[in-house]
């Protein structure tokens, strides 16, 4: 063990030693030439506070376009936004590691995105498509051997990667391989669980994207405005005063938009595939999550607000534990993100984003977001699925379903409820 922890610590010395060495290049400012005009007569500090303004408020112009675009323009955006985010990380570890010459590691980093988001998404077509998937003999066979076909897939990638090493750069392009590996980890699980929560209802995708999006701003704006005391030494600018401003209007936020979105069907049903039109459907009855009902309110407080009782959707309580998450956990991923630009000396991912950086430095809360939405649906709020269960039952042989056919009616007359259904009829 010792012996290991030796050879890990040669390795990383090299490596940050490396870095050093080469440090990647300051960001230059890649403000459009109309906001430079504009702004030309205000502070360092007015000017990227203006620029960050504007450009916020197009992003969030351009969020509420592809919601009402409907849920395959979320998806086909939340794979779009994994790829350049994938693109932006494995960049950085071209650049600071100068491997644009080892032999086929670009083709490779790409052909094991291409592998993992065959197996992730693959599952979910399974999932959620599943009598597309039955009637069309090609894709019935892809879904049998899916994962098989994926390990197949894999492997090929792993064979390739052995193949292409060379005894001068056998470190480095292990380095780029784990590197590789960890990004996938990071971006692919992350977006493949956004999709998940999706398929939730898309108030399940919207409230904790927008509470990421309404803590960012506010800590932003408190600690622009009153922020005096450091917050942590990863990055320098935020404050506690912007930290706990954020939380308690994220909060606020969130109650406000969960009562409003909790109104619509077409926020809070789940996102089904239609088989007889081919298209996406988010129609149903609404669950009791979704139904106003009266709560008691606390002594404590009513002496306070003068109320005894107030009528609010049950998703509403639910909100306050994701704007919280949003507001004090959700912004380590983006200290983690600092973390790793300062130990690369790299001041944004990218510059796709004037005054904000790359594509990566607006998702990094995002991503640890969207697990811990999906963690909590799986916790607190989804049940068994029977449609899945259904979908389950027809793929079985008939000795199987007849099977489990019959353990139910036994099941169901022990209880005496196959009794009653009969009688009823």
């Not at 100068?98 to 993992?116: A, G, N, Q």
């Not at 990421?212 to 600690?223: L, Q, S, T």
Request: charge should be neutral; charged fraction near 15%.
């Amino acid at each position: 063990i010792f012996d290991l922890f030796l050879i890990y610590g040669e390795t990383a010395s090299d490596s940050e030693s490396r870095a050093e060495a080469a440090p990647l290049s300051a960001s230059t400012d890649d403000t459009p030439e109309v906001l430079n005009r504009a702004l030309s007569n205000l502070s360092s500090r007015w000017k990227n506070w203006w620029v960050r303004g504007i450009l916020t408020l197009a992003m969030i112009a351009f969020f509420f376009i592809i919601i009402y675009l409907g849920p395959m323009v979320l998806m086909i955006i939340v794979m779009c936004v994994q790829i350049k985010c994938f693109h932006e990380i494995i960049t950085i570890g071209y650049n600071v590691y100068h491997s644009y010459d080892l032999p086929w590691f670009r083709t490779l980093s790409w052909y094991f995105l291409l592998c993992v988001n065959y197996f992730f998404y693959g599952e979910t077509v399974t999932d959620y498509f599943f009598t597309l998937v039955q009637r069309e003999e090609p894709l019935r066979i892809l879904s049998k051997y899916h994962r098989f076909i994926s390990f197949t897939l894999y492997l090929i990638g792993f064979c390739m990667f052995v193949l292409s090493l060379v005894k001068k750069h056998y470190r480095l392009q292990f380095y780029m391989f784990g590197w590789t590996h960890v990004t996938l980890l990071i971006v692919v699980t992350q977006s493949h669980l956004v999709i998940h929560n999706l398929f939730e209802g898309m108030i399940w995708f919207i409230v904790p994207i927008s509470c990421v999006i309404c803590n960012d701003i506010m800590a932003y704006m408190f600690g622009f405005f009153f922020g005096r005391t450091p917050l942590i030494k990863l990055s320098p600018k935020k404050t506690w005063e912007g930290f706990i401003g954020g939380f308690f209007a994220t909060v606020v936020f969130g109650l406000l938009l969960s009562y409003v979105m909790s109104g619509y069907r077409c926020f809070v049903c789940p996102v089904e595939y239609n088989n007889d039109t081919n298209s996406f459907t988010v129609d149903c009855e609404p669950s009791d999550l979704f139904r106003l009902q009266e709560y008691n309110i606390p002594e404590v407080i009513q002496s306070v607000i003068g109320l005894t009782t107030v009528w609010m959707y049950p998703f509403q309580i639910h909100s306050i534990a994701l704007s919280t998450f949003a507001s004090l956990i959700g912004p380590f991923g983006g200290f983690f993100a600092s973390g790793f630009k300062r130990a690369f000396k790299i001041k944004d991912f990218a510059n796709t984003i004037p005054g904000h950086g790359g594509i990566m430095d607006r998702f990094d809360c995002q991503y640890l977001m969207a697990t811990f939405v999906n963690v909590y649906i799986a916790s607190f709020i989804r049940g068994p699925n029977p449609s899945k269960l259904i979908q389950q039952f027809l793929t079985l042989r008939p000795d199987q379903q007849l099977h489990i056919f019959n353990t139910l009616r036994s099941h169901l007359a022990d209880k005496g409820m196959l009794t009653v259904a009969t009688e009823d009829e």
